[in-house]
């Protein structure tokens, strides 16, 4: 798996080399009005796709607590149940450890076969 990792991250960046080399030329971004930035297009593109890497790990990081927040009272009332069950084998047992004594103790009777001819 380390090797396939390894293959993907060197191609991209292999990539991103050759995408950099080849758009060099330089483009005007107009962020607010006033506000003028001159870059070479490469550079432009590379700093909205991590822009928006970083807006997809902020999404997927919320998404996932709010998912863990929705499962937490469900686990806990698991675990409430969990615990009453458990109390209430421990209780049938001694339940039936008491049953069995009060049992008498049957002792093995010696019985005659007889053979019909």
């Not at 050759?18 to 590379?46: D, K, M, Y």
């Not at 209430?88 to 093995?108: F, G, I, N, T």
């Amino acid at each position: 798996m380390r090797q396939i990792n390894f293959v993907v991250i060197f191609v991209i960046c292999l990539a991103l080399v050759l995408f950099g080399i080849e758009n060099t030329a330089s483009s005007t971004i107009h962020v607010v009005p006033g506000v003028e930035l001159s870059a070479p297009l490469s550079v432009e593109l590379l700093i909205a796709a991590g822009i928006g890497a970083v807006l997809a790990w902020i999404f997927s990081v919320w998404t996932g607590l709010t998912a863990r927040l929705a499962v937490q009272p469900q686990v806990s009332q698991r675990d409430v149940r969990i615990q009453e069950l458990e109390q209430d084998v421990e209780r049938y047992k001694v339940e039936l450890e008491e049953q069995q004594r009060l049992l008498p103790a049957s002792k093995p009777q010696d019985v005659e076969v007889t053979e019909v001819v």
